[in-house]
């Protein structure tokens, strides 16, 4: 009978083990397809979080760089994360500015598109930019900019065509591009 309660403890411990929730630094180092180099930003979405990151790369010369992109990781940390994907990155280079956008896609069961997250966001590359103001059908918005070791990057979350750096005082602004 002893053996029989060993057993049985054994098999809820295994099973309360490989239902932990999975944190996210796992899910960055584990589930993104690509050299995670440095996490710009995470900006809380319905369903999880965006995540800005660098990813080190090579180009048809096997020359290397750094390329901006993004990730949709599902979940919570209660419950835990997943790479919710799509997993690519693109890259450009620019004297000013560089600028991507992406749609992340989230569908239930029967294929109904439950969750729709437009994304805008980039490099700056000019020191003298000192915001960024993103284009959409509502007009004009200022992204927010993020400060890193690496470099500074803009981000915003919604339905923008293109965005635009600006240097200069509130008083006197001057379209950099």
């Excluded at 002893?2 to 099973?15: A, E, G, R, S």
């Excluded at 835990?80 to 989230?106: I, Q, R, S």
């Excluded at 029967?110 to 960024?132: A, M, Q, T």
């Amino acid at each position: 009978m002893n053996h029989k309660w060993i057993v049985v403890l054994l098999t809820v411990m295994l099973l309360l083990t490989a239902c932990r929730a999975v944190p996210m630094n796992q899910v960055i180092e584990e589930d993104i397809p690509f050299n995670v180099k440095e996490v710009i930003h995470t900006e809380k979405v319905k369903g999880g979080v965006i995540l800005l990151y660098v990813t080190r790369q090579k180009n048809e010369k096997k020359e290397e760089f750094d390329a901006v992109t993004v990730a949709f990781l599902k979940g919570n940390d209660r419950d835990g994360w997943e790479n919710a994907g799509h997993n690519h990155w693109d890259y450009d280079e620019d004297e000013l500015l560089t600028v991507f956008k992406n749609v992340f896609y989230e569908y239930n069961g029967n294929g109904d598109l439950e969750n729709r997250i437009p994304v805008i966001y980039g490099k700056i590359e000019d020191s003298s930019i000192n915001s960024i103001e993103v284009i959409g059908n509502e007009g004009l918005e200022r992204a927010q900019m993020i400060k890193k070791d690496s470099g500074r990057y803009f981000f915003k979350v919604g339905d923008y065509e293109t965005a635009r750096g600006l240097s200069g005082s509130e008083n006197e602004i001057k379209l950099l591009k």
